[in-house]
């Protein structure tokens, strides 16, 4: 790579202008929205305005083209400089800005990527960062593009434990391709930050993780160029720029001062605006064209991904779940091979191993850091470069909900595989067993959640979620479970399976894995005293097959049971009670965990908490005498 050259005095000016502009956008958006957070903006605008005008690659007819630069702005508070900047590059007319935070704009008070030029979206503090590194390891591990990821972060966001989760995995994995700019502007949103100005103990953190790290003047355009072309020539580690800015730069009177954190300026603006503009030296449209970025990174297909060959299990086995994922995980993974696996350090429990040695380089491990994981896999899936399956323990998914429901913000489709579900994984005890997670995926806007009963079920909605838009949640769970369906079954999102059924049925049962075989050994024990149960498999629990299910109950006197290894808050109850709310003569009892659990034997805690199949049995019969 040629040496520095310090750019020409015109440049430099331009680049404080450009700078200066971006603040007078951000003062004018938020005044005509009455809200917003114009001073965060002011703190990175000599930032945006160098990286915009002078280092980043990309186009205005592609913003987020396959080779163009990645830019995540993680502190998405300060959205309006960010809009401000793409309407400089060209992209839109500057007026549109002054529809910011409108109803009827996408500018919206926080990035999107309801916007063309936004990867993921952020506001909910400390994300950003993971996403961009997910990027990142996708343009240098499997693009293996020369696209550069910049991400920038806030100094109060920094206090969050994601960020240094995103840290420590970017530098294991020699990031160099990940620049991270952090604004140290001293003040939070309700006070100063614990560091405030210490940039000394930002370096040595940043550096203590093993980032290469400058400590610039952020309002300084020739040392930030200085500083973002030395991180293009640092190999094997990512790059942290730490920046001493100041909140509100440039606006008398409000500049590093408390109290104006989300707040327009409203009767300073104008003030605040006139010094500005006196600060410009070319008051007329500048001529700052981005640099064209390289071809290299070729077009990816990731529609009708299937698996390689067809389950093939002996009806007479039984075999767990979660073992079927990791067999169908290899398949998908032989018919695409955009198709990756990540885990957080429990792949020889999730079998996500078998996708690691399978395809080595298509698996990325990233430890007990839930948070970071989740980001990590909505960066990858960023641009349909890559089709990622997020495995870890259903429980710890929890830890990341907030990743997970900024995911659906960002439109990420992101499959996401949580094992060990429910009190039948036994001795573990209540710390390990996921009892809430299909009501939090359920939660999520656009969610397809499947809790498949068998291994063939498993298998096919791997394949089913490889090819779901959206957020896809896969239950699995540690017993094994006897073979239930065949290859060929056509198994589809949103229509339930009746799997025992007879013209004389009293009551409908509704479960799911392990409790659809509690169920159904309870249907063998009723049979005995003449009285007969039909059982039905949902596959889904959202969408639910609510057409099946009304049918069925109609077809059973209006009566139902549904049977869960899950609190009675969200999950299968609640969905099947949600399919038949609005038909009359229809009554739902709900088993599932009424309480927190201990530990024990898996059929012990079954009982115990009332899902087995003898308590499948006194729910029936109970149902019954009371009609």
């Given at each position: 790579?040629?040496?520095?050259?310090?750019?020409?005095?015109?440049?430099?000016?331009?680049?404080?202008?450009?700078?200066?502009?971006?603040?007078?956008?951000?003062?004018?958006?938020?005044?005509?929205?009455?809200?917003?957070?114009?001073?965060?903006?002011?703190?990175?605008?000599?930032?945006?305005?160098?990286?915009?005008?002078?280092?980043?690659?990309?186009?205005?007819?592609?913003?987020?083209?396959?080779?163009?630069?990645?830019?995540?702005?993680?502190?998405?508070?300060?959205?309006?400089?960010?809009?401000?900047?793409?309407?400089?590059?060209?992209?839109?007319?500057?007026?549109?800005?002054?529809?910011?935070?409108?109803?009827?704009?996408?500018?919206?008070?926080?990035?999107?990527?309801?916007?063309?030029?936004?990867?993921?979206?952020?506001?909910?503090?400390?994300?950003?960062?993971?996403?961009?590194?997910?990027?990142?390891?996708?343009?240098?591990?499997?693009?293996?593009?020369?696209?550069?990821?910049?991400?920038?972060?806030?100094?109060?966001?920094?206090?969050?434990?994601?960020?240094?989760?995103?840290?420590?995995?970017?530098?294991?994995?020699?990031?160099?391709?990940?620049?991270?700019?952090?604004?140290?502007?001293?003040?939070?949103?309700?006070?100063?930050?614990?560091?405030?100005?210490?940039?000394?103990?930002?370096?040595?953190?940043?550096?203590?993780?093993?980032?290469?790290?400058?400590?610039?003047?952020?309002?300084?355009?020739?040392?930030l160029c200085k500083a973002f072309y030395d991180t293009s020539t640092v190999k094997g580690r990512p790059s942290c720029i730490v920046a001493k800015t100041f909140k509100g730069k440039g606006i008398p009177g409000i500049e590093d001062q408390e109290n104006w954190h989300g707040k327009p300026l409203s009767a300073k603006s104008e003030a605040a605006i006139?010094?500005?503009?006196?600060?410009?030296?070319?008051?007329?449209?500048?001529?700052?064209?981005?640099?064209?970025?390289?071809?290299?990174?070729?077009?990816?297909?990731?529609?009708?991904?299937?698996?390689?060959?067809?389950?093939?299990?002996?009806?007479?086995?039984?075999?767990?779940?979660?073992?079927?994922?990791?067999?169908?995980?290899?398949?998908?993974?032989?018919?695409?091979?955009?198709?990756?696996?990540?885990?957080?350090?429990?792949?020889?429990?999730?079998?996500?191993?078998?996708?690691?040695?399978?395809?080595?380089?298509?698996?990325?491990?990233?430890?007990?850091?839930?948070?970071?994981?989740?980001?990590?896999?909505?960066?990858?899936?960023?641009?349909?470069?890559?089709?990622?399956?997020?495995?870890?323990?259903?429980?710890?998914?929890?830890?990341?909900?907030?990743?997970?429901?900024?995911?659906?913000?960002?439109?990420?489709?992101?499959?996401?595989?949580?094992?060990?579900?429910?009190?039948?994984?036994?001795?573990?005890?209540?710390?390990?067993?996921?009892?809430?997670?299909?009501?939090?995926?359920?939660?999520?806007?656009?969610?397809?959640?499947?809790?498949?009963?068998?291994?063939?079920?498993?298998?096919?909605?791997?394949?089913?979620?490889?090819?779901?838009?959206?957020?896809?949640?896969?239950?699995?769970?540690?017993?094994?479970?006897?073979?239930?369906?065949?290859?060929?079954?056509?198994?589809?999102?949103?229509?339930?399976?009746?799997?025992?059924?007879?013209?004389?049925?009293?009551?409908?049962?509704?479960?799911?894995?392990?409790?659809?075989?509690?169920?159904?050994?309870?249907?063998?024990?009723?049979?005995?005293?003449?009285?007969?149960?039909?059982?039905?498999?949902?596959?889904?629990?959202?969408?639910?097959?609510?057409?099946?299910?009304?049918?069925?109950?109609?077809?059973?006197?209006?009566?139902?049971?549904?049977?869960?290894?899950?609190?009675?808050?969200?999950?299968?109850?609640?969905?099947?009670?949600?399919?038949?709310?609005?038909?009359?003569?229809?009554?739902v009892k709900k088993l599932a965990v009424p309480e927190i659990p201990r530990s024990g034997r898996s059929d012990e805690l079954l009982e115990k908490y009332g899902i087995s199949a003898n308590c499948i049995v006194k729910a029936v019969n109970e149902m019954l005498s009371q009609y």
């Amino acid at each position: 790579m040629s040496e520095y050259r310090r750019p020409d005095p015109e440049l430099l000016q331009n680049l404080k202008d450009i700078a200066n502009k971006l603040r007078i956008h951000s003062i004018q958006m938020t005044d005509a929205s009455n809200s917003g957070h114009p001073t965060s903006c002011c703190s990175i605008a000599e930032i945006m305005s160098v990286l915009f005008f002078n280092v980043m690659k990309y186009t205005i007819a592609e913003p987020r083209g396959d080779n163009t630069d990645r830019f995540v702005l993680s502190k998405g508070h300060a959205a309006p400089i960010l809009y401000a900047a793409w309407a400089e590059a060209g992209l839109f007319p500057t007026s549109e800005l002054l529809k910011f935070r409108k109803i009827d704009s996408d500018l919206e008070g926080h990035p999107t990527p309801r916007l063309n030029f936004i990867d993921v979206a952020t506001g909910s503090l400390g994300q950003g960062l993971s996403c961009a590194a997910g990027m990142a390891y996708t343009g240098k591990y499997l693009d293996k593009a020369d696209y550069r990821v910049y991400c920038i972060v806030g100094d109060g966001e920094s206090a969050e434990g994601a960020i240094w989760e995103a840290m420590s995995f970017s530098s294991h994995y020699n990031l160099d391709n990940l620049v991270v700019i952090f604004d140290v502007n001293r003040l939070g949103q309700s006070e100063p930050t614990t560091l405030q100005h210490d940039m000394d103990v930002y370096r040595k953190r940043a550096e203590a993780f093993g980032w290469n790290t400058i400590v610039v003047d952020g309002h300084d355009v020739d040392a930030l160029c200085k500083a973002f072309y030395d991180t293009s020539t640092v190999k094997g580690r990512p790059s942290c720029i730490v920046a001493k800015t100041f909140k509100g730069k440039g606006i008398p009177g409000i500049e590093d001062q408390e109290n104006w954190h989300g707040k327009p300026l409203s009767a300073k603006s104008e003030a605040a605006i006139r010094s500005l503009t006196e600060s410009i030296k070319n008051k007329g449209p500048h001529e700052l064209t981005p640099k064209v970025p390289d071809n290299i990174a070729k077009p990816v297909n990731i529609t009708n991904i299937r698996l390689s060959e067809p389950p093939t299990y002996n009806r007479e086995a039984q075999v767990t779940t979660r073992a079927a994922y990791g067999s169908a995980l290899v398949k998908i993974g032989k018919s695409n091979d955009r198709v990756i696996a990540m885990d957080g350090d429990t792949k020889d429990s999730t079998f996500s191993i078998k996708f690691k040695e399978a395809f080595p380089d298509r698996f990325i491990e990233c430890f007990i850091a839930e948070q970071n994981l989740v980001g990590v896999g909505i960066g990858c899936g960023t641009r349909g470069r890559t089709v990622p399956f997020i495995s870890t323990f259903a429980s710890f998914l929890s830890r990341a909900f907030d990743q997970i429901r900024m995911g659906a913000i960002s439109q990420t489709n992101v499959n996401f595989v949580g094992s060990h579900s429910g009190v039948s994984i036994g001795e573990d005890g209540p710390s390990e067993m996921a009892l809430e997670d299909l009501s939090m995926f359920r939660s999520i806007p656009g969610s397809t959640v499947f809790y498949p009963s068998d291994a063939v079920s498993t298998e096919r909605a791997v394949e089913l979620a490889a090819n779901t838009s959206g957020v896809c949640f896969i239950r699995t769970t540690r017993p094994n479970t006897p073979i239930l369906y065949n290859a060929d079954d056509n198994l589809q999102i949103g229509k339930a399976r009746v799997v025992r059924k007879s013209n004389s049925d009293k009551v409908t049962v509704v479960g799911c894995c392990v409790t659809l075989f509690e169920a159904l050994k309870a249907a063998d024990k009723l049979a005995i005293d003449g009285v007969n149960i039909r059982v039905i498999d949902p596959f889904t629990i959202k969408p639910i097959d609510e057409e099946t299910i009304r049918k069925n109950a109609k077809e059973t006197g209006g009566k139902i049971i549904t049977v869960e290894d899950h609190y009675p808050e969200g999950g299968l109850g609640e969905a099947v009670c949600s399919a038949v709310a609005c038909c009359r003569a229809i009554t739902v009892k709900k088993l599932a965990v009424p309480e927190i659990p201990r530990s024990g034997r898996s059929d012990e805690l079954l009982e115990k908490y009332g899902i087995s199949a003898n308590c499948i049995v006194k729910a029936v019969n109970e149902m019954l005498s009371q009609y």
